[in-house]
């Protein structure tokens, strides 16, 4: 049980570290940090100046703006799409269901750098490059057959009685569906709306080809490290890692091995 214990803690340093670091430079007066040839590994001054200066001299809004955009759109596209499809695929016969599923997952194994440059072509034709929908249609690519497998395992762990019954007591298909269904499978449906949430605020493959005119916060951050501006690069770094700390936390129940893999609790 010692080792166990060791072993989260070390599990915990490693995970912890990067984010103590982003830390220790943001709030730190750069003589100490970016400046220094040895930088100490402690707080030797707080200072709030690398937030203000980045936040009044690079544009950080639009950028957050965009992410914050795309990533929903995507999170609620997935949930519009992945739920009859997550569905039909459950009352399908598992012989069936499961090289589909399969079928879907391949399109996860293809690098997105092979993917997006023909679908940027196309997007310049149909005025879809460097758009809010634009981008949030091509990370669909990936989020959509995850979310599909998610709610496909969600549906298939709820009993077929409690559909026949509510047949039997006279409810239609819609309302079974909004009355009986949706909530029931409603933990699921949340673990597939962050993981499709999560995966759309951090990517950067697609939003690099797809998006460089009006880009994204993660594709702000890289310009931003290219270019030299540390500073703005760690002060938006900060506030890119905010948002998903404050919705695991208040959502980490949702993000458990039953529902990520389909299964809903009883």
Same mark, same amino acid.
Not at 53 to 78: C, E, M, N, R
Not at 138 to 143: A, N, P, R
Not at 236 to 251: C, K
């Given at each position: 049980m010692r080792f166990l214990y060791i072993a989260v803690v070390i599990f915990a340093v490693y995970f912890l570290f990067p984010l103590y670091v982003l830390l220790l430079i943001a709030f730190s007066p750069a003589k100490f940090t970016i400046e220094s040839l040895y930088p100490p590994l402690i707080f030797k001054e707080f200072t709030l100046n690398n937030l203000v200066?980045?936040?009044?001299?690079?544009?950080?809004?639009?950028?957050?703006?965009?992410?914050?955009?795309?990533?929903?759109?995507?999170?609620?596209?997935?949930l519009l799409l992945g739920i009859p499809a997550g569905y039909g695929l459950s009352r399908l016969p598992g012989s069936v269901a499961y090289p589909l599923i399969v079928l879907l997952l391949v399109t996860n194994m293809v690098p997105g750098m092979v993917v @997006? *440059? =023909?679908?940027?072509? #196309?997007?310049?034709?149909?005025?879809?490059?460097? &758009?809010? /929908?634009?981008?949030?249609?091509?990370?669909?690519?990936?989020?959509?057959?995850?979310?599909?497998?998610?709610?496909?395992?969600?549906?298939? @762990? *709820? =009993?077929?009685?409690? #559909?026949?019954?509510?047949?039997?007591?006279?409810? &239609?298909? /819609?309302?079974?569906?909004?009355?009986?269904?949706?909530?029931?499978?409603?933990p699921g449906i949340i673990a597939a709306f962050l993981i499709s949430w999560m995966f759309s605020w951090d990517e950067f493959t697609y939003a690099v080809i797809l998006s460089p005119i009006h880009p994204t916060l993660p594709v702000e951050i890289y310009v931003n490290i290219?270019?030299?501006?540390?500073?703005?690069?760690?002060?938006?770094?900060?506030?890119?890692?905010?948002?998903?700390?404050?919705?695991?936390?208040?959502?980490?129940?949702?993000?458990?091995?039953?529902?990520?893999?389909?299964?809903?609790?009883?």
């Open positions: 200066y980045a936040f009044t001299q690079y544009d950080f809004l639009h950028p957050f703006i965009k992410s914050l955009s795309v990533a929903t759109l995507v999170g609620a596209l997935a @997006a *440059i =023909p679908i940027s072509a #196309e997007f310049i034709r149909l005025h879809l490059f460097d &758009s809010v /929908l634009g981008l949030a249609l091509v990370q669909e690519l990936i989020t959509l057959p995850l979310a599909t497998f998610i709610m496909q395992g969600t549906f298939s @762990a *709820i =009993p077929r009685e409690i #559909e026949y019954q509510a047949k039997i007591d006279g409810a &239609s298909t /819609l309302s079974y569906f909004k009355d009986v269904l949706v909530p029931t499978a409603l290219t270019r030299g501006n540390e500073l703005a690069a760690v002060a938006f770094s900060l506030v890119f890692t905010v948002p998903v700390v404050i919705l695991t936390l208040l959502l980490q129940k949702y993000l458990k091995g039953e529902y990520l893999t389909g299964g809903v609790k009883a």
